[in-house]
């Protein structure tokens, strides 16, 4: 199975700065066919299942607000909130999209400092 | 506007069965592959089990020939069949939505979930 590990494990950042959070997984979910990235990214707000924010690494998921930027290849990605506002308070878990079976990373908790 | 319901959860004892169903609407449900997702605090996020809007069937290995995963396209519903539960089968089931007719492994739409215990 890959397994995926995100970094930090929780992460506390201001209102209105840059939240950083990565993801590395054990091999490369990038399919060279194609050469797409099979990486998403979901937010889980308490109480709430997750939401979908990212997929194929960059793609932005219709209604996502453009401050969530997914980037990365092959092993190592990035989910970066350009400028933290209250609502994006949650944790954050990645996921690949690969091969079966599907693997999430352990989640990363954001707080606002 | 796609909604998931999920029913079925409940508390059962080790070596019993349950029976989780989702209901689908708000979209083409048979184009669509279709997933059980369960999380649990220690464990976190878990994939389960996938079926193609054809009927395709994909299980993770700890539920393997435990589990059976169906749908009726003509119901727009999927169900669980779950046996041989076991303590770590203790978790909230979601259903999701994939992203096309064929597995994209990515999770569109999630349901609210249901929680699933075992325990004697």
């Known amino acids: 199975d890959i397994v995926m590990t995100q970094s930090p494990d929780s992460l506390a950042v201001s209102l209105g700065e840059r939240a950083t959070i990565n993801c590395k997984s054990s091999?490369?979910?990038?399919?060279?066919?194609?050469?797409?990235?099979?990486l998403a990214w979901y937010q889980q707000k308490p109480g709430q299942p997750p939401k979908l924010l990212i997929y194929?690494?960059?793609t932005r998921e219709s209604g996502v607000p453009d401050r969530f930027t997914g980037s990365g290849s092959g092993t190592d990605f990035t989910l970066t909130i350009s400028s933290l506002q209250a609502e994006d308070v949650a944790v954050y878990y990645c996921?690949?999209?690969?091969?079966?079976?599907?693997?999430f990373g352990q989640g990363t908790k954001l707080e606002i400092k | 506007e796609v909604q998931l319901v999920e029913s079925g959860g409940g508390l059962v004892q080790p070596g019993g069965s349950l029976r989780l169903s989702c209901a689908a609407s708000?979209?083409?449900?048979?184009?669509?592959?279709m997933s059980w997702v369960r999380q649990t605090p220690g464990k976190g996020l878990e994939w389960v089990s996938a079926?193609?809007?054809?009927?395709?069937?994909y299980y993770t290995d700890s539920v393997k020939g435990r589990f059976t995963l169906s749908r009726d396209n003509s119901k727009n519903t999927m169900s669980l069949q779950m046996n041989s539960l076991r303590v770590d089968d203790t978790a909230v089931y979601y259903c999701?939505?994939?992203?096309?007719?064929?597995?994209?492994?990515?999770?569109?739409?999630w349901g609210q979930g249901t929680l699933v215990t075992v325990s004697s």
């Open positions: 999701a939505q994939e992203g096309a007719e064929a597995r994209m492994g990515y999770f569109q739409h």
């Open positions: 708000g979209f083409t449900f048979s184009a669509y592959a």
């Open positions: 079926i193609t809007g054809s009927g395709n069937t």
């Open positions: 091999q490369s979910v990038l399919y060279r066919s194609s050469n797409k990235n099979y």
């Open positions: 194929w690494a960059s």
């Open positions: 996921q690949q999209h690969y091969t079966t079976p599907n693997t």
